[in-house]
């Protein structure tokens, strides 16, 4: 009951009432990465979502315009701490995970929810086994028990072992942990790079 109707509720609530907040935010942020250097404000990337549906994925911008795209060996995004095309205001963004907060338009769209296994780029579908393939059977999230827990310290394939654990253990009490951390793990500004 949970997995299949009671969350997306809940979904939906919370994304109705972070509007305003979304808005202020929004509105505060968006001078200063624009003036940084004259680009824009979202970063809008594909991403796949449930049953391997490409869908928009919004982000403040933290990068400088037309930034090179640099993945890891595994094929993951790099996110290194000293990262010259990451801008001084993307940095703050980013510490504070607020670059992430357009997100909740996603949420509101069914595309996300606000908890579950972070969003991989579409090519990387070429890159799962069959078991992990099985990490789209649920709503990518905005947080999940890798960002509550491990942020970008692990590798990318741990990453998705993680995620089939979650989507085998989806409960109230699951998501409630995993919410109450990530706010813990955002405050002491914990793992925020890949090693």
């Known amino acids: 009951m949970y997995k299949y109707f009671i969350k997306r509720l809940l979904d939906v609530i919370l994304a109705i009432a972070l509007l305003p907040l979304l808005l202020v935010i929004t509105v505060l942020v968006a001078p200063f990465i624009f003036l940084e250097d004259k680009g824009s404000v979202f970063y809008i990337s594909d991403r796949l979502g449930k049953k391997g549906r490409v869908f928009k994925m919004y982000k403040f911008r933290t990068m400088k315009e037309n930034s090179r795209d640099i993945r890891n060996a595994d094929g993951s995004t790099y996110n290194g701490e000293y990262d010259s095309r990451v801008t001084k205001v993307g940095r703050f963004l980013r510490r504070t995970s607020i670059d992430e907060l357009p997100q909740i338009l996603n949420v509101l769209r069914g595309e996300m929810s606000f908890i579950g296994p972070r969003p991989d780029l579409p090519e990387h579908i070429l890159l799962y086994t069959k078991e992990e393939k099985r990490k789209l059977k649920v709503r990518p999230g905005i947080t999940g028990y890798n960002q509550a827990y491990f942020r970008n310290s692990i590798r990318w394939k741990d990453k998705i072992r993680n995620d089939l654990y979650y989507i085998d253990n989806i409960s109230l009490w699951?998501?409630?942990?995993?919410?109450?951390?990530?706010?813990v793990s955002v405050f002491r500004k914990d793992l925020i790079y890949s090693k």
């Open 174 to 183: 699951m998501d409630l942990r995993i919410f109450l951390r990530t706010f």
